[in-house]
Nanobody, 123 residues
Framework: QGPLVESGGGLVQAGNSLRLSCLGT????????VGWFRQSPGKEREGISC????????VGSDSMKGRFTISRDKHKNTVYLQMDNVKPEDTAVYYC????????????????WGQGTQVTVSS
């Protein structure tokens, strides 16, 4: 088990909602930038949304803006990704990551990664 553990993935029908969780097991997440990323087969890993230690949010992709929302529960040391109105093209492995910087919500900025959780959206 690494310092970040994702959960909440699975099979979901298009139009429904899903919430992913990222639990910090190795360090205190509120001190770091935490981001959600995803990667589909044959595609590069892309940033979805990232949150700073002061809760400033960066949206990584306009295609997901308004459908995906990042939030943080400092007491539970957990960062969430709420996914609404999911589409088949949202099928991917979803990763959370943490690092001391990350305001551009780019994978290259992040040092610590979870193992990923698979999300599959059926039409």
């Amino acid at each position: 088990q690494g310092p970040l553990v994702e959960s909440g993935g699975g099979l979901v029908q298009a139009g429904n909602s899903l919430r992913l969780s990222c639990l910090g097991t190795g360090f205190i997440l509120r001190h770091y930038y935490v981001g959600w990323f995803r990667q589909s087969p044959g595609k590069e890993r892309e940033g979805i949304s990232c949150i700073s230690s002061s809760d400033d949010i960066t949206v990584g992709s306009d295609s997901m803006k308004g459908r995906f929302t990042i939030s943080r529960d400092k007491h539970k040391n957990t960062v969430y990704l709420q996914m609404d109105n999911v589409k088949p093209e949202d099928t991917a492995v979803y990763y959370c990551a943490a690092g001391p910087v990350g305001h551009r919500c780019s994978p290259a900025e992040y040092d610590y990664w979870g193992q990923g959780t698979q999300v599959t959206v059926s039409s």
